[in-house]
């Protein structure tokens, strides 16, 4: 099978996905759900129109030409996969396979039915693949790893996988800079980066950065057609447990009825929370984002218009280049080329 075969498979893979039917979706779901109660019908649906997307035929081809065709020999790649959010692991199984590899795929538990379930109908659609992808619990026969995990499972696999070539990726999240000037409709789309997949993801912005004396009343009233979200039990408890804390502590905060807006350093924030930031002018802002920068995987900004920021709305849809930590994994694997 060589990278032709391969892309045309995952071509093909992206095809199949774009008409998967709603009964198939609902289906698919209720697997998913079983394992992980945050992976409902509107989260699994967002992740394989993402993954999809990913797979459009003219921007695959652009993005795997960029790269080595073929290895000069294939390695045993060992991915240890994340869980947070519906087929987060994909991208590093596309990588790994696209660029010639062997996969060693540990799927986390929490996202092990959509990632077993995509890589059949992968298999389906290229049987050659079948031997080429390997789930196991121990990933000891690998020649080299990518792993990702919170900042202490880093460590973990720092420890054990730091004699052989490896890509760590560590806690990230995503920060939201406003300038007072946002229209209604900006200010809704900045509503999909704050809550698609219940804010779980890296995506997913978890601190806003907005000027001194900001007036949140109109943020929050474009935020509102999001109350949806407790209808979930667990975003439900999530918020009733926060606001809790909250108020008990005498914590100064913004309330919704579904999100809770505080002032606070720290760039992650619970589930249900936001935290901000302010600053006096442009020159403080850009340095409290290069202080953060490590713990930054992307910032959204009206219009895009600060310098490397997506556009409102846009922080859940990578595209095919668009690598977890900044860090290139195609680059990673060429070395083995």
Not at 247 to 269: C, M, Q, W, Y
Request: hydrophobic share 40%; aromatic share 10%; with cysteine.
């Amino acid at each position: 099978m060589n990278h032709s075969d391969r892309l045309a498979a995952f071509v093909a893979l992206g095809n199949h996905l774009r008409q998967l039917t709603p009964d198939e979706l609902a289906s698919l779901t209720d697997r998913a759900r079983n394992a992980n109660t945050w992976f409902d019908l509107p989260n699994v649906t967002a992740a394989i129109r993402g993954v999809a997307r990913l797979l459009e035929e003219d921007t695959l081809h652009a993005w795997a030409h960029r790269y080595p065709a073929e290895p000069s020999q294939p390695r045993r790649i060992g991915v240890v996969m994340a869980g947070n959010i519906p087929l987060v692991g994909f991208h590093d199984l596309l990588c790994v396979l696209l660029s010639g590899h062997i996969l060693l795929a540990k799927p986390s538990s929490e996202d092990k039915v959509l990632i077993s379930w995509i890589t059949q109908e992968l298999i389906r659609l290229e049987p050659r693949f079948a031997d080429r992808i390997q789930f196991a619990d121990r990933l000891n026969d690998a020649d080299a790893f990518i792993a990702t995990g919170s900042d202490n499972t880093a460590r973990y696999f720092e420890y054990y996988f730091g004699k052989r070539p490896h890509l760590i990726r560590r806690n990230r999240t995503s920060l939201a800079v406003l300038n007072g000037g946002e229209t209604a409709e900006e200010l809704a789309a900045l509503g999909t980066d704050i809550f698609q997949y219940y804010g779980l993801g890296c995506r997913n912005v978890s601190k806003l950065y907005v000027p001194e004396g900001y007036s949140f009343t109109p943020l929050l009233d474009a935020l509102e057609p999001w109350n949806w979200v407790l209808q979930h039990n667990r975003y439900q408890n999530n918020y009733d447990y926060n606001k809790s804390i909250l108020l008990v502590n005498r914590v100064p905060h913004f309330d919704s009825g579904f999100l809770l807006i505080t002032e606070g350093k720290a760039l992650v924030s619970a589930i249900s929370v936001l935290h901000y930031g302010s600053y006096q002018h442009e020159v403080d802002l850009a340095d409290q984002l290069t202080n953060v920068a490590a713990q930054t995987q992307c910032i959204v900004s009206a219009g895009a218009l600060f310098p490397g920021s997506f556009a409102f709305g846009q922080a859940q849809y990578p595209t095919v280049s668009d690598y977890a930590d900044g860090v290139d994994t195609m680059a990673f694997l060429g070395q083995f080329a």
